[in-house]
């Protein structure tokens, strides 16, 4: 069993999570947010287990589904939330948006919105580490629509014949925007294919955090040790469509309401009250205070200034 402290972390990353997307569908909704939104409803158990697992010197790679992995890995929420509405206070100064969100300070090295392109990215990180002699695991965020693409085995080959320390994190939310999984493969346990490459494979729970946590933590020692990489499968459901205006009426009622009901936060808590029944009013302070933190990032960036169109002008140095 972890301290309390450490459950109690998990769950405020993944509240934190939670109340971000929640309120930024809401400033889409207002028109504040431009181009694609993809809500990380339902998924967040796995960004905050796996991070939490990781060094300060470690990487992450992300995707379009990104949000999750840079609140995990330590963005600040103002930065992001401009980020989002397009603001010069972005992390990319309001020109990458939603899916392009990237933070080098805290190791993140950015999202990507074609589907399966970071996995490579990633790999390319732990080679540039090895050859550096640096200490540092790569995790690499991908969906199962990705494990379909050729970059997915390409990549894992080539980080299993080099022993690099990558941990392929496949966050199976079991569609490809549309399409179920088990539509477009015969065996819908998708770990399994990383056993083809000699790589020690196996799948969580994405939906319990502390499950997460656990496995990624021994993800990461095997990495650390040279015995890299390591594929981890985070079985779990989407809460909704594919992005804000897909209503998902292709997602079975009975099958969302069961993982519904086995809700990540939800979850996280139960974590906590199972180790100390009497955390209910700690629980509801990191609500208050988190609910706070983002009203004070958007304020942020609903105030920040528009990029000045003579930015994209100018010359970038080193470019």
């Known amino acids: 069993m972890y301290p309390r402290a450490t459950l109690v972390d998990l769950y405020r990353t993944v509240y934190t999570i939670r109340a ?60 992001m939330t401009a980020e989002l509405l397009g603001k010069a206070t972005g992390y990319c100064g309001g020109r990458g948006g939603s899916m392009h969100i990237a933070d080098s300070e805290t190791g993140n090295l950015g999202a990507n919105g074609i589907v399966g392109a970071g996995i490579p990215i990633g790999v390319g990180a732990a080679l540039g580490a090895r050859i550096r002699g640096e200490d540092r695991v790569t995790a690499v965020f991908f969906s199962d629509g990705a494990s379909n693409n050729g970059v997915f085995p390409e990549a894992m080959n080539l980080a ?35 056993l083809a ?23 990461a020692a095997t990495c650390r040790r040279g015995d890299g990489p390591v594929l981890i499968e985070a079985k779990t459901y989407r809460q909704m469509g594919h992005h804000v205006n ?30 100390d029944h009497s955390a209910s009013a700690d629980l509801q302070d990191i609500r208050s205070v988190v609910d706070t933190e983002i009203e004070a990032a958007v304020t942020f960036a609903t105030d920040s200034p528009a990029p000045c169109p003579q930015q994209f002008l100018e010359r970038t140095e080193g470019y």
């Open 20 to 79: 971000f997307e929640n309120r930024c569908i809401k400033l889409y909704r207002q028109g504040l947010i431009r181009g694609y939104f993809h809500p990380y409803l339902g998924q967040e158990a796995i960004a905050a287990g796996v991070c939490a697992a990781l060094g300060p010197q470690d990487y992450i790679v992300s995707n379009h589904r990104g949000h999750g992995h840079c609140i995990a890995r330590g963005a600040d929420l103002g930065r």
């Open 160 to 194: 299993a014949i080099w022993g690099l320390a990558v941990i392929f994190v496949l966050e199976n939310n079991q569609y490809a925007v549309s399409t179920p999984v088990e539509s477009v493969t015969r065996d819908p346990d998708l770990y399994k294919r990383g």
């Open 246 to 275: 897909d209503p998902g009426l292709y997602m079975p009622r009975d099958r969302l309401a069961h993982y519904k009901s086995r809700d990540p936060v939800e979850m996280a808590a139960g974590r906590v009250l199972a180790l």
């Open 197 to 219: 490459y000699g790589i020690e494979s196996f799948p969580v729970d994405g939906n319990d955090v502390v499950e997460v946590y656990a496995k990624s933590c021994e993800a």
